[in-house]
Every structure is written in structure tokens, then in C-alpha cells.
């Protein structure tokens, strides 16, 4: 059997880390490997190093990094050796936070060579940040697209113009759904994230239903819910020090997640909960299981004693 790397850890949104007992230095990561729960099988290739923006306030995944974009000579002999060595590649993730803000022709030629070493390739993903869609043109997406980069994971985090603000995510609401239905445009498919908590407790109600109507404006095939947690090393945990930050109960953010279902009015789109930050894993496609996950939710505000909340030790980011 052949050795199989997919820098895989649990279902959470990274960091991981190399199995031990593979060939050394032929496969580099620097710092720590960050990928959404759906591409744990997935082969992480490490197109760019970093975030280009590097500014949203919850966000510690690379501030350690300096954005650069790595040459593509180096990426093809990576390319080259798993080929040699894993079995049969169906998923390839590209890894950081931000490839998508490299040139479209060194993401074309890179595109073309998973191809030719990967036969059974079905899909090739990447994180992608507003500021990547607002300079990346639709007709690029579309080029991508036909090269396998068919997947874009989006953190919408709110529909709330203030929250946005305080997390400073560059765009607005409006803009948000701008960028979005560029990729949508262009036929990518879009799994999108909503930060449950982050309009604290003065704005949770605002924060639901906000971030209901931008989904709603924007049809994502995937929608999933993260909690906001601060990370040492962030804004926001500076903020939380200073008491600035409300860190909102199970019960809370499980009557903002119950108003945020409630707005969502969506026409084939699977919802999860399933990332390690939740208090609830819930799942279903809407608008199929929308009334039964509402009803779940409606138990769990009914009888909170009773509700299968995760215990501390089990969440994580």
C-alpha cells in the first residue's frame, strides 16, 4: 500500500499537521495548515503562503505569514512526487488562505498540471476572500472553472454593515453579495460561512437576520455556521481582555441560530453546523429540512436542561 497524505485532523477548520513517517522535505508546509471540514480528505497543496488581507479581526490562522505566492516549478515537483506515491487523487485543496488572489495564469498552469497527474481528479478548492473576487474577473473564474477550480469557500460572517465593520472585513453587505454573484456568474460553487456570536449580544438579533437576507441574496450551494471565539494573538481577543467582547452562552447562540434558519429562504443549499466551534451539530438540505431543524432548535429553547450541547473539551477551532 502506498503511503496517503491529505493533511486530514478531525472534522475542524485546520490546523494540520503532516503523518508522521513521510518522505521529508518532498511535500513543504510552512507554519500551520488550515482547510475546511469537507476537505479533510482531501490533498493540501500549498499554492500560496498566507492571506493577502490579513486584517479580519477574529483571525489567527496566519499572522504569522508573510503572503507570497510560491514558484510553480517547486509546486510541480510536489505535484510530481505525490503522484508517485499516493493513491488515486480525487480532491485537491489549495491552501492558504488567499490562492485565489494569484495571477489566473500561474492558477491555469497550475490547474493543468493536477490534471495531468492526478486522472481521477473531480474537484480543486480554495478559500476565497471578497478582496480575491473583487479584483478576479468573471471571465477568469469562468477559465478556472473549466481547469477544475470549481469550489470557492467564502466567509460571508455576517450580513450586518456594524458587524462587519468591527471585524473588519473590507466590504460592506452590499459588496458582499456583489463579489459573490461574480462567482456565481462565472458557475463556481460557493460554501459559505456565517459567524454566529459575532454581533455580541446588543446585535444578535440584527446579526441573524442580516446574515439571512445577504444568504438569501446569494444562493450558495453550501452554508455553515462557525462560532466566534477569540484567539490570542487576534484584535478580538485584546478586545475580550478588556471586557469589550460578550461571549454568548450555548442557549444564546442557539435562539441566533434558530433566527437565522428562520430568515433563510434558499432554493438548494445544504446547511451544516458540523465545524468545531458549534455547540450544535445540525444538518440538512434546504429548503427540504428547513422546518425540522427549526423544530430541533425549538426543543432545544424549550428544554436547554435536556439539550445535547457539546461539553468545552470537544469544541475547538
Known sequence: MRPRWTARNRRRNGPSRPRAGRLP???????????????????????????????????????????????????????????????????????DGDALIAKSSFLEEL?????????????????????????????????????????????????HDEVLTRLEKGVDAQEMIRVAGKATEAGIKLSTMILLGA????????????????VNAIQPRFVSTLVMTPVEGTPLFDSAERGEVDELSPLELARELREFVAGLELTGTVFRSNHASNYLALAGNLPRDKARILAALDQVLAHPGRAPFAPEWMRGL
Open 111 to 159: 490547474l493543468v498540471r493536477l490534471r495531468q497527474a492526478f486522472p481521477s481528479l473531480h474537484r480543486v478548492s480554495c478559500y476565497a476572500s471578497p478582496q480575491a473576487l473583487q479584483v478576479r474577473k468573471v471571465e477568469e473564474m469562468q477559465r478556472l472553472r473549466d481547469a477544475g477550480l470549481t469550489l470557492y469557500y467564502l466567509g460571508i460572517e455576517s450580513g
Open 199 to 214: 454581533g455580541n449580544r446588543a446585535l444578535s438579533s440584527a446579526h441573524a437576520r442580516a446574515s439571512a437576507e445577504v
Open 25 to 95: 522535505g518532498v511535500i513543504q508546509y510552512e507554519g500551520k495548515l488550515y482547510r475546511p471540514p469537507s476537505e479533510a480528505d482531501s490533498l493540501i497543496l500549498q499554492a500560496t503562503i498566507g492571506c493577502s488581507y490579513n486584517k479580519c479581526t477574529f483571525c489567527a490562522m496566519y499572522r504569522e505569514k508573510r503572503f507570497r505566492v510560491r514558484p510553480l516549478e517547486e509546486l510541480t515537483r510536489e505535484i510530481q512526487w505525490a503522484a508517485r506515491t499516493m493513491g488515486p487523487v480525487r480532491k485537491v485543496f489549495l491552501a
